[in-house]
């Protein structure tokens, strides 16, 4: 097993921004990927979301498409506390090993993610193989990402990289990666993001 990579135990995207800019920013990624999960036919009935963190975009997920929603995440209270009533079933471990049975979801998201494993290709062989369905992915858009930390005072010490990412990828390096594993069929880049939707089977 490969040893767990922590990552950030903060809001992904449910926290109050003292920056509006990120807020306005984080606000239209999740624009975008509802408008990238209303693509996806049939509508899926079972949505895992990996590194669902505190569960904002499981909820909203959950409303937009009826579907029965799985949280997986590292094991952490403010999580589980976040999860107690819902939206969903709240699994913890590592995403290395995903304790579910191949072809088990219709949807399964890994939205900013991969850059915080310590081994990218094991994870999205894992979440290829649990879905029966297309997958949704996003990472950081770099360098911009840094860029960005860096024009909003964030992260200075460490030139803008945000704590816990430990792998970093252009649009065109995320999709060379997500095409090893599957076939892209759409890809977006609501800044400073990339989000894409693949389908399992190559």
Request: with cysteine; hydrophobic share 40%.
């Amino acid at each position: 097993m490969s040893n767990i990579v922590t990552g950030n135990h903060h809001p992904k995207y449910g926290g109050i921004h003292t920056n509006p800019c990120i807020g306005v920013l984080t606000n239209r990624f999740v624009r975008h990927l509802e408008r990238m999960v209303d693509t996806v036919s049939p509508i899926p009935a079972t949505i895992l979301d990996v590194g669902c963190a505190e569960g904002t975009v499981a909820r909203r997920l959950a409303q937009l498409t009826g579907a029965s929603v799985t949280g997986f995440d590292l094991p952490d209270t403010a999580i589980e506390s976040a999860w107690a009533n819902g939206p969903g079933l709240l699994v913890t471990g590592d995403a290395h090993e995903l304790p579910f049975e191949d072809n088990h979801f219709d949807l399964v998201l890994g939205l900013e993610v991969l850059e915080h494993v310590a081994d990218p290709h094991q994870v999205l062989a894992e979440m290829v193989r649990v879905t029966k369905g297309p997958l949704i992915l996003s990472v950081p858009n770099e360098p911009f990402f840094r860029m960005g930390n860096l024009l909003t005072g964030r992260h200075v010490r460490s030139l803008g990289n945000t704590p816990g990412h430990w792998n970093h990828w252009t649009p065109i390096g995320f999709q060379a990666l997500v095409s090893k594993h599957a076939a892209l069929d759409e890809v977006r880049h609501p800044f400073p993001w990339t989000l894409v939707r693949a389908s399992a089977d190559l």
